[in-house]
């Protein structure tokens, strides 16, 4: 079902020749992520980010993304806890205002999911992350989502007495929720 | 007269609550007070799961009360005093409800939900409100120092019988000092 679906999306893509996506609708688009509190889930988004993106879903390998976060925009759930995170101990985000990522590749992984790895850095550290995610199309746009698990600690997010990870997990889930427009010629 | 006792499923479940109660009580207040920290997170999870415990011997003592009649009260006692025991017993049996409840939804509004022994899920009976939760909050408070008043009418009153009286009502709640026949 899900080959028949993906290759349906590249037939429809393929009707469309080399139908590039790249311009991102802001209001429709998110990255949120899910920390671990005492093993309960907390929900947390950042309200600001852009993303300059160009993507053909008939020939995905040829994607590329460039996405920075501000990390001031963060709201992690509750005043008190968004004053915290933004703090020197958490994101610094004095010091360092933007999370980014830089695609390096794009793959097809089959079963109509695709895999993007690249750069990200956060806080001064680049690290080499994965993120798989799905494509669909809806009406003109072409709707992407995807999550992928990262470690905070290796970023240095939540230092000092934070770092204790049987309050708050180490690993958080970040997911994007991208949707972008044809790229006008 | 020596009046007859609670049964021994009673008395546990009566002395069970007290104890947590004296645990969450100081806790909420320290905590709530705590800046943000891990400490804080993780005391108010304990104290969430405390709370929880409350409410779940709660629901057991009101079956067990429904099919186990407490002992009478003592003709020995006048009327007014028997009616405002029961009247006292009823509005905690209310607050041991409504307590746990307000805290239960407090954490909802506040999106951040109530895993019970970090296992078990509670549902989020509401959706995530800054407004309803910060009410929340004040109606648990509230709710707290109300509990707290009837508890010291609660222990004046039994402290009263057992060494002013000396109707051995107290006697008929504590797990020792058995006197006369139990049931
Ligand atoms: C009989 C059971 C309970 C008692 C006696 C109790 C007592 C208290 C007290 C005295 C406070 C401090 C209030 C203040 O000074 O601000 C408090 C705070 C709190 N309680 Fe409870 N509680 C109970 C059950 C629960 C339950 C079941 C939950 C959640 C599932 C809960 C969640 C909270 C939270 C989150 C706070 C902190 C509010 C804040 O700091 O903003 N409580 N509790």
Redesign the pocket.
């Known amino acids: 079902m899900m080959r028949l679906l993906y290759l349906l999306l590249l037939l429809t893509a393929g009707a469309a020749q080399g139908a590039e996506f790249g311009p991102l609708l802001a209001e429709k688009s998110s990255v949120t992520f899910v920390t671990r509190q005492m093993n309960v889930p907390v929900e947390g988004v950042f309200r600001k980010f852009t993303a300059q993106m160009l993507l053909d879903p008939a020939r995905p390998d040829t994607g590329r993304a460039q996405i920075d976060i501000d990390l001031g925009s963060v709201d992690a759930g509750s005043d008190e806890a968004n004053e915290e995170v933004k703090g020197k101990s958490w994101f610094n985000a004095r010091d360092f205002p933007r999370a980014s990522f830089s695609s390096t590749a794009f793959r097809v992984l089959g079963g109509g999911r695709f895999e993007t790895s690249g750069k990200m850095s956060i806080k001064g550290k680049t690290l080499e992350v994965r993120a798989p995610f799905t494509l669909r199309q809806e009406k003109d746009m072409l709707v992407l989502d995807g999550s992928f698990p990262l470690k905070r600690l290796d970023y240095g997010i939540g230092s000092g007495i934070w770092s204790d990870t049987s309050v708050v997990a180490d690993e958080v889930q970040v997911r994007f929720h991208f949707v972008l427009t044809p790229v006008r010629k | 007269m020596i009046p007859a006792r609670y049964t021994h499923t009673a008395i546990a479940l009566h002395w069970l609550t007290a104890l947590l ?1 004296v645990a ?2 100081p806790l ?2 320290y ?2 007070d705590l800046a943000l920290s891990p400490l804080k997170l993780r005391l ?1 999870s304990y ?2 799961w405390l ?2 415990t ?2 779940l011997l709660l629901l057991l003592r009101l079956a067990w009360r429904v099919s186990h009649k407490p002992p009478p009260l003592p003709d020995s006692m006048p009327l007014w005093q028997r009616h405002a025991a029961n009247g006292l017993h009823h509005l905690l049996y209310l607050l ?1 409800f409504a ?2 409840l307000s ?2 939804l ?2 909802s509004a506040k999106g951040f939900q ?1 895993v019970y022994l970090g296992l078990l899920p509670l549902p989020d009976l509401i959706g995530k409100d800054k407004a309803l939760g910060d009410l929340l ?1 004040e109606v ?2 509230t709710l ?1 120092m109300a ?1 707290l008043v009837l508890l010291l009418a609660h222990i004046g009153a039994a402290l009263r019988h057992h060494f002013i009286e000396r109707d051995g009502i107290l006697a008929r709640m504590l797990p020792f000092l058995e006197r006369g026949d139990s049931r």
Request: hydrophobic residues 55%; without cysteine.
């Open positions: 109660i969450l009580f909420g207040v905590m709530a108010i104290h969430k709370g929880v409350v409410f041991l307590i746990p805290g239960w407090m954490s109530t909050r648990h408070e707290n509990m």
